[in-house]
């Protein structure tokens, strides 16, 4: 059974641009009616069918991405105020409270962490790399990073 | 398992394919000095699982000719990487394919089960399964 043969192509394309249209659009204002319209379904049709491929509702799949993006402007050095918006939250008090539930960290917590560990790194990128590559690659000659106690 | 290698041609070209084509999460990207750079990436759902993406550049490690023949092999296709498993193999297909992921295989029902082929943007090729193979018939 080829692509061109499996039953219900034609669902699984309009699923596939409605996950494909979260993750273009999730910092803009997006409801599941907005979703579900872009797929041409029923709304809960499209959720029972969203969910069956992603194992996700399109609301919860919204809030991942969101968050996921976070992390990642967070780990560029964004500030926490302007990486909330960025991914869509109108609110810092809920995109933290989300965040904090998700991560298991507030985000002024998750961005200063990161920018401890980029310091660190910075300073001794051997202690972050396992020593078998470092040996193979050359990095350990001419340094003093094998003494480090990162 | 916690780290394996993936021998790729460019890293920059690696990078863009793994993270915004396959999904990938970024772990460690950071220069090493002397123009190399230490890159891995895990699966979505694999955090404790990184894969470097190594790059196959003339060093201590590789010769000139075994670079030389190493892209070569990498290129022709050789190199099966392993097997990447998802919920629904036609919407991660479709979603794969709109990405511009080159397939060698589509979605296809065998014997031992469903799976599709795929290349990265050196040449290495993975099998893409469901989760379940054995009652992937119809998901939707």
């Known amino acids: 059974m080829t692509t061109e043969q499996y039953p219900k192509v034609y669902l699984y394309r309009r699923i596939v641009q409605a996950k494909l249209f979260i993750d273009n659009n999730y910092a803009d204002k997006i409801d599941l009616n907005n979703i579900s319209n872009e797929a041409y379904f029923s709304k809960f049709h499209f959720i029972r069918l969203f969910k069956s491929a992603y194992g996700k509702t399109p609301h919860q799949y919204l809030k991942y991405v969101r968050i996921e993006k976070a992390k990642e402007l967070l780990k560029k050095d964004t500030p926490v105020s302007e990486a909330c918006f960025l991914v869509g939250f109108d609110s810092l008090s809920s995109f933290s409270g989300l965040f904090s539930k998700v991560v298991g960290k507030s985000p002024s917590t998750y961005l200063k962490h990161h920018q401890e560990n980029q310091k660190k790194i910075s300073l001794t990128p051997l202690a972050f790399v396992p020593g078998c590559y470092a040996y193979q690659h050359g990095w350990l000659e001419n340094s003093n990073f094998e003494e480090t106690d990162i | ?140």
């Open chain 2, 1 to 140: 398992m916690t780290i394996t290698n993936i021998h790729v041609i460019d890293q920059d070209s690696a990078y863009d394919f793994y993270v915004n084509k396959l999904g990938f999460k970024l772990v460690d990207d950071f220069p090493m000095g002397q123009g190399t750079r230490w890159l891995t990436v895990s699966p979505p759902e694999q955090p404790d699982l990184q894969l470097v993406l190594f790059p196959v550049t003339v060093s201590k490690m590789f010769p000139k000719e075994i670079a030389e023949n190493l892209i070569d092999l990498i290129k022709k296709g050789i190199f099966g990487c392993g097997v990447l498993t998802c919920k629904d193999i036609h919407a991660t297909y479709e979603e794969l394919k709109a990405k511009g992921v080159e397939f060698i295989k589509p979605p296809t029902k065998e014997f031992y089960g469903t799976d599709a082929l795929f290349k990265d943007d050196s040449g290495n090729y993975f099998s893409l399964q469901p989760i379940n193979n054995f009652d992937n018939e119809n998901d939707i």
